[in-house]
């Protein structure tokens, strides 16, 4: 593989494939480069269902047709990467990844997506798998007749939540507030639901087991107060965290760790631009990501052309 | 069966055959789901980088996949996909949930050995 590249895209979410399909199709020499799985949190969502134009497909289905869209168009992907350094500044740009190899390019599209935020607490790794789960669509039939917590107070946490009520005897909600930040409509469903209660203000401080989770320590943020709840699972629905620490100090970025861009997804370098659940921005979506994505495409194929331009 | 382009386990049969033929075996047990495809697609890639490891998938859901769902070392497992590794038919080492490629290569590693 040619190692220059007229626009390397770093991640192969939503933003980032689209980013690769609207380059590639332009005949902009293009690389997609991701760490993990491509498909990026689309992956992660097992049904969607307002995917304009699309009755319904699932994330996976929906990932694996841009990526061969992309690929189809031209465009090169390397997944399961690992990035060592980035120096986006200056006209060249470069990506070194941990193999040694390194990756050039006029211009950069950084679309590195978020990850599922977890707790941190003491026996969260331990039991994750055994009693600790991210995803209610995968693992809720191991918890068929138990007692169950969902984490979190958003829209996520309240859907599933209501989803596990399928199969758990009971679920509680334990949430940081003493409000949601969920939408209406998820609140209503949720509080009409008999299987489901509610602890709030208080937070999970330490998951307890043997073999696998049997207990939690819940403390009470107002009184302080912390008690110990027998429970069969926990699950984790607490939003997502930006995928930028490698950017902080080199690009702009907000208290929350998300890049600013300008309307054209231009970032506070020259040449760099960003898409996507890795920037600033109020909703997160498939399709604002597909959006943010095509933005980025188009302002780095002008940026690109622009640069040929003023060589030629 | 699993849209993957791993080796296929579709009943007990082909299970046990596949460990007497392999001296190495990791199997990916689980569903086209959110936590499983990032683990089919890690052993996809894996599979050139370890030529002594024999890398195939079965579905959660099959009855047969029984032979995974019962072992003893995933009896406390309740996150997708169970990943078990066999060496000269026995279990070495098996996994629950969402693995990356540099967890499920510490293990190749470990257990296997590197590729030389």
Redesign the interface.
Known sequence: MENHFEVIVIGAGAAGLTAGIYLSRAKVNTLILNEGAVGGQMVLTHEIANYPGVDSISGYQLARNMKNQALKFGAKIKSNIKIKSIKPEGEIKSVELTNGEVYTSDALIIATGGRSRTLGVPGEDKFKGMGISYCATCDGDFFQDKKIIVVGGGNSALEEAVALTKYASSVTVVHQFDHFQAFEHYVEEARNNPKINFIMESKIEEFIGDERLTAVKIRNQRTGELTEMEIDGVFVFIGYAPNTEMFKGILELNDYGEIVVDKNMSTSLKGVFAAGDSIAKRFRQVTTAVGDGTVAALSAAEYVNNLKKSKA | MLHTNLTHVLSKDEHSKLLQENENVMICCG????????VY??ME?LENEYPHVKFADMEFDLPDASVIRDLPECR?????PFVVYYKNGKVVKA???IQ???QITAILDEHFGKNN
């Open positions: 569903r086209m789901g959110p936590m499983c495809i990032p697609e890690a890639e406390n497992f309740a996150g997708l996994t629950s949930s990356t490629r540099d």
